[in-house]
């Protein structure tokens, strides 16, 4: 162990581990009577728990390893990620918030075969979690073994079980009701935990007056230029809010917890307060990263929290905090996914093809599919060393190959009566393959394998510059197919019926009475202070 790690520090984990796991056991009581307790929390999650547990479910360590990493290698520009995801949130709350719950489904595959047909629904749902096997988790579980093996020399791997293990227990017996309670919590300790580092880190280094006089001036520029590798200001303004509405509009991980809201005002005022939150990454993440480039200029990339962290810069018993604060960044984002991955095969793989399954079987079937899921993850971790050393800008790589097409369906899907569900499916095959030719190119090249300079020039392409190709080329596919097969088109709507059809054209606004005016008074004030202060940060880091 690193030597300026105390007992006392250990037992302030020891502490937050037993908590995290007594919140969790205590949550499971009678929550699996039946598939909408287990999988849902029996939707009566008001809007303070449902804000925090999306935020704690996004936050996790390639957020505390990534940003900083990016930080202490390019600067403050990583953190708009965090700001586009703001505004992608507010829209979430008021306008697709009220479709989905409207809608009366599960998940989001469950969605899209209420708008489109039974084969997407399928489609998508593997897809679903396939990514969540390449993204989420692996990543997840890589960045905290990374983590504890620079800090503690922990295998990375034994780091791993180790939290896997810890985490699968309340998450497989007590189901979405025992995570979204230890998300709760878990969001009080991650925030507070990365603002201890982040106050005496700016206390270490002389404030912002220091940390500006030691670093480039380049470093407190949110809009990098156009040929900037990683950050152009084109894809960020373009590129990040196409993998921002795929990430928080589309994706079961973030709007299962929207299912779980006890009433509209509830999931859309949760929103609007993680969107309160998502402010906060910039300060507590993104910042340690660049005193960690002031206080050790020789660390760069990844190294830079746990360089940080390892540090003399916390008193003892501080430090127990701040690394139970990553560790609850980690768990509460695997017990989502764990929890939301069971979800998805139960819902929309198992139910479909059994719908005579009593609610105790599909309980069941959650629980294995919890408990298989659990461990693919320890197997999945080899999959992503072929990252670079800017673990989260990796993750948003793959985001942006992956997600454009997702983001594009449900667009239009939801906003175009004329989309029918050929040009849906064939939109997202066609756009998914062209992420998977991007991906697999990457792979090539950085393996030597092939080493042609077309190759070369197609990896050039900046990642969020390639999330806009992909989302036109998907967007282009989905309407030509749809309006080449106008005829399905009709014969689709003739037997569903527009009335069944979830989109903004079938959106009811019920504003007549004082205590929904009220709410939405409330919800547009929130709103608009919210986008106030993004413009402020814009205009002093521009």
Same mark, same amino acid.
């Given at each position: 162990?690193?030597s300026?790690?105390s +007992? @006392?520090?250990?037992?302030? $984990?020891l !502490?937050? /581990?037993?908590?995290? %796991?007594?919140?969790?056991l205590?949550? #499971?009581?009678?929550?699996?009577?039946?598939?909408?307790?287990?999988?849902?929390?029996?939707?009566?999650?008001?809007?303070?728990?449902?804000?925090?547990?999306?935020f704690?479910?996004?936050i996790?360590?390639?957020?505390?390893?990534?940003?900083?990493?990016?930080?202490?290698?390019?600067?403050?520009?990583?953190?708009?990620?965090e700001?586009?995801?703001?505004?992608?949130?507010?829209?979430?709350g008021w306008?697709?918030?009220?479709?989905?719950?409207?809608?009366?489904?599960?998940?989001?595959?469950?969605?899209?075969?209420?708008?489109?047909?039974?084969?997407?629904?399928?489609?998508?749902?593997?897809?679903?979690i396939?990514?969540?096997?390449?993204t989420?988790?692996?990543v997840?579980?890589?960045?905290?073994?990374?983590?504890?093996?620079?800090?503690?020399?922990? +295998? @990375?791997?034994?780091?791993v $079980?180790? !939290?896997? /293990?810890i985490?699968? %227990?309340?998450?497989?017996?007590?189901? #979405?009701?025992?995570?979204?309670?230890?998300?709760?919590?878990?969001?009080?300790?991650?925030?507070?935990?990365?603002l201890?580092?982040?106050?005496f880190?700016?206390?270490?280094?002389?404030?912002?007056?220091?940390?500006?006089q030691?670093?480039?001036?380049?470093?407190?520029g949110?809009f990098?230029p156009?040929?900037?590798?990683?950050?152009?200001?084109?894809?960020?303004?373009f590129?990040?809010?196409?993998?921002a509405?795929?990430?928080?509009?589309?994706?079961?991980?973030?709007?299962?917890r929207?299912f779980?809201a006890?009433?509209?005002?509830?999931?859309?005022?949760?929103?609007?307060l993680?969107?309160?939150?998502?402010?906060?990454p910039?300060?507590?993440?993104?910042?340690?990263?660049l005193?960690?480039?002031?206080?050790?200029?020789?660390?760069?990339g990844?190294?830079?929290?746990?360089?940080?962290?390892?540090?003399? /810069?916390?008193p003892?018993?501080?430090?127990?905090?701040?690394?139970?604060?990553?560790?609850?960044?980690?768990?509460?984002?695997?017990?989502?996914?764990f929890?939301?991955?069971a979800?998805l095969?139960?819902?929309?793989?198992?139910?479909?093809?059994?719908?005579?399954?009593?609610?105790?079987?599909?309980?069941?079937?959650g629980?294995?599919a919890?408990t298989?899921?659990?461990?693919?993850?320890?197997?999945?971790?080899?999959?992503?060393?072929v990252?670079?050393?800017?673990?989260?800008?990796?993750?948003?790589?793959?985001?942006?190959?992956l997600g454009?097409?997702?983001?594009?369906?449900?667009?239009?899907?939801?906003?175009?009566k004329?989309?029918?569900?050929?040009?849906a499916?064939?939109?997202?095959?066609?756009?998914?393959?062209?992420?998977?030719?991007?991906?697999?190119?990457?792979?090539?090249?950085?393996?030597?394998?092939l080493?042609?300079?077309?190759l070369?020039y197609?990896?050039?392409i900046?990642?969020?510059?390639?999330?806009i190709?992909?989302?036109?080329?998907?967007?282009v596919?989905?309407?030509?197919?749809?309006?080449?097969?106008?005829k399905?088109?009709?014969v689709?709507?003739?037997?569903?019926?527009?009335?069944d059809?979830?989109?903004?054209?079938?959106?009811?606004?019920?504003?007549?009475?004082?205590?929904t005016?009220?709410?939405?008074?409330?919800?547009?004030?929130?709103?608009?202070?919210?986008?106030?202060?993004?413009?402020?940060?814009?205009?002093i880091?521009?």
């Open positions: 162990m690193n300026t790690f +007992n @006392i520090d250990l037992l302030v $984990i !502490i937050y /581990l037993i908590a995290s %796991l007594g919140i969790g205590y949550a #499971s009581r009678r929550s699996d009577r039946n598939t909408e307790e287990y999988f849902l929390g029996g939707r009566s999650f008001g809007w303070f728990a449902i804000g925090l547990t999306i704690a479910t996004n996790s360590s390639e957020h505390f390893i990534g940003l900083a990493g990016s930080g202490a290698s390019r600067g403050l520009a990583v953190g708009q990620f700001l586009m995801a703001i505004f992608i949130l507010i829209l979430l306008v697709l918030a009220p479709i989905y719950l409207k809608s009366g489904v599960m998940t989001m595959p469950e969605f899209l075969e209420k708008r489109f047909d039974g084969k997407i629904r399928k489609i998508f749902a593997v897809l679903s396939c990514i969540y096997l390449f989420k988790i692996s997840t579980l890589f960045a905290g073994g990374v983590l504890f093996y620079k800090i503690f020399g922990f +295998n @990375i791997y034994a780091s $079980i180790v !939290i896997v /293990l985490t699968g %227990l309340y998450s497989l017996i007590g189901g #979405s009701k025992a995570v979204i309670k230890t998300n709760v919590f878990q969001a009080f300790v991650l925030i507070g935990g990365a201890l580092l982040t106050v880190g700016l206390i270490e280094v002389g404030g912002f007056s220091g940390l500006t030691k670093l480039p001036a380049d470093y407190f949110m990098k156009l040929s900037d590798p990683d950050f152009p200001w084109t894809g960020i303004l590129g990040a809010p196409i993998i509405f795929w990430y928080w509009c589309t994706d079961q991980y973030i709007i299962q929207i779980s006890k009433s509209l005002n509830d999931a859309r005022r949760g929103s609007l993680a969107a309160v939150l998502k402010i906060t910039i300060f507590i993440l993104v910042l340690p990263g005193i960690a480039a002031a206080l050790f200029p020789e660390v760069k990844d190294d830079a929290y746990p360089t940080l962290l390892a540090s003399n /810069l916390l003892v018993g501080l430090k127990g905090l701040v690394l139970a604060g990553l560790l609850a960044a980690i768990m509460s984002s695997l017990s989502s996914v929890n939301i991955t979800t095969y139960t819902n929309d793989i198992y139910k479909p093809r059994h719908p005579k399954a009593a609610e105790e079987e599909l309980v069941l079937v629980r294995i919890t298989v899921i659990i461990f693919t993850a320890i197997l999945c971790v080899p999959l992503v060393r990252m670079d050393s800017q673990i989260y800008i990796y993750l948003q790589s793959i985001q942006a190959y454009p097409p997702i983001a594009a369906v449900f667009i239009l899907g939801i906003f175009m004329m989309v029918n569900s050929r040009g499916l064939w939109g997202l095959i066609i756009g998914e393959l062209v992420g998977l030719t991007r991906i697999l190119t990457d792979m090539l090249i950085q393996s030597e394998i080493n042609y300079s077309i070369h197609y990896k050039s900046n990642f969020l510059h390639f999330a190709i992909s989302f036109v080329i998907s967007s596919s989905v309407l030509s197919i749809s309006y080449f097969t106008s399905e088109k009709t689709e709507k003739s037997l569903i019926g527009l009335s059809l979830p989109g903004i054209w079938n959106l009811d606004f019920d504003f007549g009475n004082v205590k005016i009220r709410a939405t008074k409330t919800n547009f004030v929130l709103s608009a202070f919210i986008v106030i202060v993004i413009l402020g940060l814009w205009s880091w521009y």
